[in-house]
């Protein structure tokens, strides 16, 4: 079973700021998918990565898998209070990280 | 399609009580997944499901049990409820048709209180 690594833990920033957060494992990722949770919801399944080296973008986020496929990022650009909620990644392994959890101030 | 439904929203339960936690899917996915989440973590998966008939433990199975009788409905049962049973409890499902696929949809949570 792989561990999944998520960093930060916890982040806290302005409204228009930009930010990135990380998925790290010490084994090789087959795909990686990211989920945002909103406060009160279920996760939501925003995108899934298989290359290495892969980049994928969704409106302001913007996903990128490491070349050796241990590594996963989600950077999102001028983040706005609807950013506010728990990413989370998985690596088909049917657990999950322990997430970032990110709040965007007004 | 309504995804994946969740019933109840809400429930609270004394200690020694018992219950099931309803969920069923309509996108004809063949896996299916119970988690919890405490207040401020993050996912902890109870049981799953490979398809009708077939369950397994997660990591956290104790004091639960399921049963999948059909591809579209995935029960959760807690037996004799504890108040380390409280949490929010998650039913997702997903179509595994590749190595390399485990794309969940979730339903919108089952808030459990034990007292």
């Known amino acids: 079973t792989q561990l999944l690594e998520q960093s930060p833990q916890f982040l806290s920033i302005q409204e228009g700021e930009n930010l990135t957060v990380y998925c790290n494992s010490s084994?090789?990722?087959?795909?990686l998918q990211w989920y945002r949770q909103e406060p009160g919801e279920g996760p939501v399944l925003l995108v899934t990565?298989?290359?290495?080296?892969e980049v994928k973008k969704l409106k302001r986020l913007t996903f990128q898998f490491g070349d050796a496929r241990k590594d996963s990022s989600l950077h999102i650009t001028a983040a706005q209070p609807g950013d506010t909620g728990l990413y989370l990644c998985n690596n088909n392994d049917m657990r999950f990280g322990a997430g970032t959890r990110l709040t965007v101030k007004p | 399609n309504a995804g994946v439904t969740q019933t109840p929203k809400f429930r609270i339960l004394k200690i020694g009580q018992s219950m099931t936690l309803q969920c069923t899917q309509d996108m004809n996915h063949n896996y299916m997944y119970w988690y919890r989440q405490d207040p401020g973590m993050g996912l902890k998966l109870i049981y799953y499901?490979?398809?009708?008939?077939?369950?397994d433990k997660g990591e956290v199975p104790n004091g639960y049990n399921v049963s999948r009788s059909t591809t579209e409905d995935f029960p959760l049962r807690l037996e004799l409820a504890a108040p380390s049973q409280t949490s929010v409890y998650f039913c997702a499902s997903s179509y595994y048709d590749r190595a390399d696929s485990y794309e969940q949809y979730f339903g919108p949570g089952t808030r459990l209180t034990v007292t």
């Open positions: 084994s090789v990722f087959s795909s």
């Open positions: 499901s490979v398809g009708a008939g077939i369950t």
């Open positions: 990565v298989v290359t290495g080296g």
